[in-house]
């Protein structure tokens, strides 16, 4: 387990507090990140995107999916898998299995997949409401159980996924603040 464990001193001349937060891990836009020890996965920014955290807690593996679309199948071929919600999905599996997880004991949380602007609905809906659907899809091809989700909506969202507790933090300029 890495930890930031510097130690403070206290201007009341107490022992020092050693610090044993865990790391932060920043996930960006069409990114993903795996860690197997503990750390807080963080994304922001956060309105059609989704937010996919996987988890296998029996092998103490996560991982954080930032991705903007549903589909990589009419993408330019040098795209990044993780921009897209089917590709970066198998990625983020791919790279979990790599750090040891099994792929039978992961499990999902997923937040975002709003309806920021009114401007690309199709029949299907708008990017956030396909970017849920292929990954509800996903998630059911995969045999992947989602436990918990906040989707959907007008506003935007950021997370906080710590791998310690498995709670999953969502942070929104109006809605406030819930753990799922």
């Known amino acids: ?27 960006g836009i069409a990114d993903y990140a795996v860690v197997d020890e503990a750390a807080v996965l963080a994304t922001s920014g956060l309105g059609s995107c989704l937010g996919i955290v996987l988890f296998d807690e029996r092998n103490g593996v996560a991982g954080l999916l930032h991705a903007m679309l549903p589909g990589a199948e009419d993408s330019a071929p040098a795209a990044s898998a993780a ?7 198998d990625s983020l599996v791919d790279a979990m299995t790599d750090a040891g997880a099994s792929p039978r004991n992961i499990t999902a949380k997923m937040v975002g997949g709003s309806t920021m602007l009114d401007l690309t609905p199709t029949e ?3 990017i956030g409401d396909r970017n849920v659907a292929a990954a509800r ?11 918990a989700e ?9 997370l906080l996924f710590d791998t310690g507790s498995y709670e999953l933090s969502v942070k929104t300029a109006y809605k406030g603040d819930t753990v799922i």
């Open 150 to 158: 906040d989707v959907g909506g007008e506003y935007g969202r950021s």
């Open 124 to 126: 299907e809906g708008s």
């Open 137 to 147: 899809a996903a998630f059911e091809e995969r045999g992947i159980s989602v436990v």
């Open 1 to 27: 387990m890495q930890t930031n464990t510097s130690e403070r001193s206290t201007a009341t001349g107490d022992p020092p507090v050693r610090d044993e937060t865990p790391r932060r891990v920043k996930v």
């Open 83 to 89: 921009k897209f919600v089917d590709t970066g999905l």
